[in-house]
């Protein structure tokens, strides 16, 4: 079975300040690994994943993630964070044992203030 | 939210009354799925389907059903059976279910309340 952990039910950070969103995984085999942005009332928006290669993935709207294969984790970054993007964060897992099938943390609310 | 869409964006159930949830996508995805959202939890998946005319129970199957007859819809009917239907139900799409890592696209969303 595969499992996500987001430890974090809100993160609160300064405009102007570094973010982090945690996210640890539990999987067997090769992990995959995803982030999205839930605004209120609305749909999912993909971030960023990360599938091989580089552990340092960027993605949309100046975030990036790193994968740590040993501490089973794939936390979310911001160097510096904005009003705009607080929201609902969410980490998702997938491997080559499940097909496609994600598996999704509880979230993590985000409140950037200024 | 991209080339997905779902109506209506607000559905009112009463008790013992089936309600159908309609997804559309035209970004000629063959793997589509239903997850639900519940306040404070992550994403539960319902049904997905990997391809036409075929399709398999998520994690909580109970009290709803699919039909996929063409590639572009994935509506979900929730059954008089789901006793606590009230919830976010968010349909997405993939360019296919066995390829591995593949991004999963979201629509909009259908907010179920019931009466």
């Known amino acids: 079975a595969q499992s996500v952990a987001q430890p974090e039910d809100q993160v609160n950070v300064a405009e102007g300040n570094p973010l982090t969103v945690k996210c640890t995984y539990s999987?067997?085999?090769?992990?995959?690994l995803f982030w999205y942005v839930q605004y209120p009332n609305r749909g999912l928006q993909f971030l960023l994943k990360?599938?091989?290669?580089?552990?340092l993935v960027k993605g949309s709207y100046g975030f990036e993630a790193e994968f740590n294969k040993s501490q089973t984790s794939f936390h979310l970054k911001k160097p510096s964070a904005l009003v705009s993007d607080s929201a609902l964060y969410f980490c998702?897992?997938?491997?080559?044992?499940?097909?496609?099938?994600?598996?999704f943390g509880g979230g993590t609310r985000l409140m950037v203030k200024p | 939210d991209g080339g997905i869409t779902q109506s209506p964006k607000y559905l009112f159930r009463k008790e013992g009354q089936n309600v159908t949830l309609s997804c559309e996508q035209n970004?000629?995805?063959?793997?589509m799925y239903w997850y639900r959202q519940d306040p404070g939890q992550g994403l539960r998946l319902i049904y997905y389907?990997?391809?036409?005319?075929?399709?398999q129970k998520g994690d909580i199957a109970e009290g709803y059903s699919v039909s996929r007859e063409k590639k572009e819809s994935f509506p979900l009917t929730v059954t008089s059976a789901q006793k606590n239907p009230t919830a976010f139900y968010l349909c997405?799409?993939?360019?296919?279910?066995?390829?591995?890592?593949?991004?999963?696209?979201f629509g909009p969303g259908t907010r179920l309340l019931v009466l």
């Open positions: 997405a799409s993939s360019i296919a279910s066995g390829g591995l890592g593949e991004t999963q696209y």
């Open positions: 999987v067997s085999g090769n992990p995959y």
């Open positions: 990360y599938i091989t290669g580089d552990n």
């Open positions: 998702a897992v997938s491997s080559g044992n499940a097909g496609n099938m994600l598996t």
């Open positions: 970004l000629n995805h063959d793997a």
């Open positions: 389907s990997q391809i036409v005319n075929d399709f």
